[in-house]
């Protein structure tokens, strides 16, 4: 419960709000019209487009909220093709149920609001001591007005409702339950016979003209990617950084201005016995938990040694009661207001009165005051250069990057009257593919600039790229100085790789006609067949085999034992299994029966969600128009 009444710093108040917002505020509340083609149409629903500037500003949105989740989360990874065509989805996915809601006059009544923000910690944070509502601070961290805020939450919440109706009422008997669950956890006893491609490519030794042929059949599998040199101009706080200096005056004045800030706050320790009474409770219920709280009181100021044990024995809040009430060290603003107001009001070893706050009432005793020591100016001025220079070199940085932008784009044939302006380095990198290269770090392992470099604009007329946000308060423009087309390598130059390529295919085949010609032989004459050791086979003891393996295994008619199976391997060749035994799922205990069948419970509410989503995608006619990075590399 302390929890629920501690309230967050600044810096815990955004992150806590950036984790729970609701998607809307990620992705910007759905667009009600047509955007046009707007730096170009990614996909479509119920005949209102996605641009790529919108699905930009929403991965950009989730990669910022993912960081401030998680630190040391490598921001490279949320950049990949993959991340960012998850993001598209889920873009897709919220306009589907919005247009599902609205076709269906789904609404959010106020009073179910209003709950919410009472609920709501991330809306608490933003209410100021005095009880009123911090607008600026509001418009500040989220970017929007509240009015803007409650319309889009009202529109979240109606999405939700769609698919509510589908994952709030997911059902299995039991019956269908146990007969999915036996089949899942059932083992099988299995012999395999191997026919790897290894073992036949050995004794694959193709000719010249073999080798000829198979090059010139297969000349996607031996070309040279595209390559090119390019320079390119970096603008980020470092660079700014580098032309700001700090008078020792303004470093002066902003410490004598902010002296008990830099001190830091008073913190006060506590234990407290906290008798729940929320403030929706009916008054009755209110009344007589406040009477308890009196009694509690009257008996911790006739023994107040006890009070440790009055509230391991009484107290409500169950994150503080074992402790004795201890609610260890905490600043004003870390407290509801009448709680925070009791607290510091009192001396060391007094007891308060009841206090009354959203959540129950409160009897506090005061244990400890801890005063921050005021450091000097001599001791705080590294810090406080430091902290100057970031802020200057912040703002001048907004100020720079429409300057920076602008000239990329307006003297599109050089990176250099920007670079000598703004004092930055041209830089420059060589043999630069369409992906990043292995050890690529910074700007060069971007997506995106990488993805601009290689542009037709870029390549064919080797204009500047656009400035690009790389990262937080970063943006590069580069240009290609020279540039190598895909070729085909010679063949002697790729010599060894054609034949490596030509006995890998031609194993797999001789594997896959052995395997296949066994099969056969073995079927008519099961006493002919020669296995190693049987295994035991699952889902989750899979004994290494390859999955095709597993699934075969699993998979054969268990009325058959022993059954025969061959198993088309691919490139590794072929198998055989053959299985000896079925060995049914083993009883299980009533709670891990009823865990099962509760999983199973979910994994079918899941199966039907995602069927009914996939009808809706049909009915409002969303059609992505990216393919998927799987897609695009396979084509290749």
Same mark, same amino acid.
């Given at each position: 419960?302390?929890?629920?009444?501690?309230?967050?710093?600044?810096?815990?108040?955004?992150?806590?709000?950036?984790?729970?917002?609701?998607?809307?505020?990620?992705?910007?509340?759905?667009?009600?019209?047509?955007?046009?083609?707007?730096?170009?149409?990614?996909?479509?629903?119920?005949?209102?487009?996605?641009?790529?500037?919108?699905?930009?500003?929403?991965?950009?949105?989730?990669?910022?909220?993912?960081?401030?989740?998680?630190?040391?989360?490598?921001?490279?990874?949320?950049?990949?093709?993959?991340?960012?065509?998850?993001?598209?989805?889920?873009?897709?996915?919220?306009?589907?149920?919005?247009?599902?809601?609205?076709?269906?006059?789904?609404?959010?009544?106020?009073?179910?609001?209003?709950?919410?923000?009472?609920?709501?910690?991330?809306?608490?944070?933003?209410?100021?001591?005095?009880?009123?509502?911090?607008?600026?601070?509001?418009?500040?961290?989220?970017?929007?007005?509240?009015?803007?805020?409650?319309?889009?939450?009202?529109?979240?919440?109606?999405?939700?409702?769609?698919?509510?109706?589908?994952?709030?009422?997911?059902?299995?008997?039991?019956?269908?339950?146990?007969?999915?669950?036996?089949?899942?956890?059932?083992?099988?006893?299995?012999?395999?016979?191997?026919?790897?491609?290894?073992?036949?490519?050995?004794?694959?030794?193709?000719?010249?003209?073999?080798?000829?042929?198979?090059?010139?059949?297969?000349?996607?599998?031996?070309?040279?990617?595209?390559?090119?040199?390019?320079?390119?101009?970096?603008?980020?706080?470092?660079?700014?950084?580098?032309?700001?200096?700090?008078?020792?005056?303004?470093?002066?004045?902003?410490?004598?201005?902010?002296?008990?800030?830099?001190?830091?706050?008073?913190?006060?320790?506590?234990?407290?016995?906290?008798?729940?009474?929320?403030?929706?409770? %009916?008054? *009755?219920? /209110?009344? $007589?938990?406040?009477?308890? =709280? &009196?009694?509690? !009181?009257?008996?911790?100021?006739? #023994?107040?040694?006890?009070?440790?044990?009055?509230?391991?024995?009484?107290?409500?809040?169950?994150?503080?009661?074992?402790?004795?009430?201890?609610?260890?060290?905490?600043?004003?603003?870390?407290?509801?207001?009448?709680?925070?107001?009791?607290?510091?009001?009192?001396?060391?070893?007094?007891?308060?009165?009841?206090?009354?706050?959203?959540?129950?009432?409160?009897?506090?005793?005061?244990?400890?005051?801890?005063?921050?020591?005021?450091?000097?100016?001599?001791?705080?001025?590294?810090?406080?250069?430091?902290?100057?220079?970031?802020?200057?070199?912040?703002?001048?940085?907004?100020?720079?990057?429409?300057?920076?932008?602008?000239?990329?784009?307006?003297?599109?044939?050089?990176?250099? %009257?920007? *670079?000598? /302006?703004? $004092?930055?380095?041209?830089? =420059? &990198?060589?043999? !630069?593919?369409?992906?990043?290269? #292995?050890?690529?770090?910074?700007?060069?392992?971007?997506?995106?600039?990488?993805?601009?470099?290689?542009?037709?604009?870029?390549?064919?007329?080797?204009?500047?790229?656009?400035?690009?946000?790389?990262?937080?308060?970063?943006?590069?423009?580069?240009?290609?100085?020279?540039?190598?087309?895909?070729?085909?390598?010679?063949?002697?130059?790729?010599?060894?790789?054609?034949?490596?390529?030509?006995?890998?295919?031609?194993?797999?085949?001789?594997?896959?006609?052995?395997?296949?010609?066994?099969?056969?032989?073995?079927?008519?004459?099961?006493?002919?067949?020669?296995?190693?050791?049987?295994?035991?086979?699952?889902?989750?003891?899979?004994?290494?085999?390859?999955?095709?393996?597993?699934?075969?295994?699993?998979?054969?008619?268990?009325?058959?034992?022993? =059954?025969?199976?061959?198993?088309?391997?691919?490139?590794?060749?072929?198998?055989?299994?053959?299985?000896?035994?079925?060995?049914?799922?083993?009883?299980?205990?009533?709670?891990?029966?009823?865990?099962?069948?509760?999983?199973?419970?979910?994994?079918?509410?899941?199966?039907?969600?995602?069927?009914?989503?996939?009808?809706?995608?049909?009915?409002?006619?969303?059609?992505?128009?990216?393919?998927?990075?799987?897609?695009?590399?396979?084509?290749?």
């Amino acid at each position: 419960m302390f929890d629920f009444i501690r309230k967050h710093t600044k810096v815990t108040m955004a992150l806590l709000f950036l984790l729970i917002v609701p998607s809307f505020i990620l992705v910007g509340m759905n667009n009600n019209g047509p955007t046009g083609d707007a730096g170009g149409v990614v996909a479509v629903v119920d005949g209102k487009d996605i641009t790529q500037p919108e699905w930009d500003a929403a991965h950009q949105n989730e990669v910022s909220r993912l960081s401030a989740s998680m630190p040391t989360l490598d921001v490279k990874l949320l950049d990949s093709p993959e991340a960012r065509y998850g993001t598209l989805e889920r873009l897709v996915r919220d306009r589907v149920l919005a247009a599902a809601a609205a076709k269906s006059g789904l609404v959010v009544a106020d009073q179910k609001l209003q709950r919410l923000y009472a609920e709501d910690k991330a809306i608490a944070a933003f209410r100021l001591p005095d009880g009123k509502f911090d607008r600026a601070g509001f418009i500040a961290q989220t970017g929007m007005a509240p009015e803007q805020y409650e319309a889009g939450l009202r529109a979240d919440l109606a999405s939700r409702q769609v698919m509510l109706g589908v994952s709030g009422t997911g059902f299995a008997s039991k019956a269908v339950a146990d007969v999915s669950l036996n089949a899942f956890f059932e083992k099988r006893e299995a012999q395999v016979a191997r026919f790897n491609t290894a073992d036949y490519a050995a004794k694959v030794n193709p000719s010249d003209a073999d080798l000829e042929q198979f090059y010139k059949d297969n000349q996607a599998l031996f070309q040279a990617p595209e390559e090119a040199s390019i320079e390119y101009v970096v603008l980020d706080l470092d660079a700014v950084k580098k032309g700001i200096t700090v008078n020792e005056s303004d470093v002066k004045t902003y410490f004598e201005q902010n002296a008990p800030q830099l001190a830091g706050n008073e913190e006060r320790r506590a234990s407290h016995i906290l008798i729940e009474a929320p403030a929706s409770a %009916p008054a *009755a219920d /209110r009344e $007589k938990a406040k009477a308890k =709280a &009196a009694q509690l !009181l009257a008996a911790a100021r006739k #023994a107040p040694d006890t009070f440790a044990e009055l509230a391991r024995k009484n107290s409500q809040d169950t994150g503080s009661a074992a402790a004795g009430g201890d609610l260890d060290f905490f600043a004003r603003n870390a407290m509801v207001k009448p709680f925070a107001d009791a607290a510091f009001a009192m001396k060391k070893g007094d007891i308060s009165e009841v206090v009354e706050t959203e959540f129950g009432y409160h009897i506090i005793k005061l244990t400890d005051v801890k005063v921050p020591k005021q450091k000097t100016y001599e001791e705080m001025k590294p810090a406080l250069e430091a902290e100057l220079r970031q802020q200057l070199a912040q703002k001048k940085f907004a100020e720079t990057a429409e300057t920076f932008s602008n000239a990329v784009y307006e003297q599109s044939d050089t990176l250099r %009257p920007i *670079a000598e /302006r703004l $004092k930055l380095e041209v830089r =420059a &990198a060589a043999k !630069l593919t369409r992906t990043p290269v #292995a050890g690529a770090t910074g700007v060069l392992a971007n997506p995106k600039f990488l993805t601009a470099l290689f542009s037709p604009d870029s390549v064919e007329k080797k204009r500047n790229t656009e400035a690009l946000e790389a990262g937080p308060s970063q943006l590069v423009s580069g240009r290609i100085t020279q540039y190598s087309p895909a070729r085909t390598l010679p063949l002697a130059e790729v010599k060894d790789r054609v034949r490596a390529r030509l006995q890998q295919q031609r194993g797999a085949e001789m594997a896959r006609k052995d395997g296949a010609e066994k099969l056969a032989a073995w079927k008519a004459s099961p006493a002919a067949a020669t296995f190693p050791a049987a295994v035991v086979i699952s889902r989750d003891q899979t004994q290494q085999l390859p999955a095709p393996v597993v699934s075969a295994a699993l998979s054969a008619d268990a009325g058959a034992a022993p =059954a025969l199976v061959g198993v088309d391997l691919g490139a590794q060749g072929y198998a055989i299994v053959r299985v000896t035994k079925v060995l049914p799922r083993p009883a299980q205990a009533a709670d891990i029966a009823q865990q099962d069948q509760a999983q199973y419970t979910q994994w079918w509410t899941s199966a039907e969600s995602l069927a009914y989503y996939n009808i809706l995608k049909q009915r409002f006619k969303a059609d992505i128009k990216v393919a998927k990075p799987a897609e695009q590399k396979a084509g290749a």
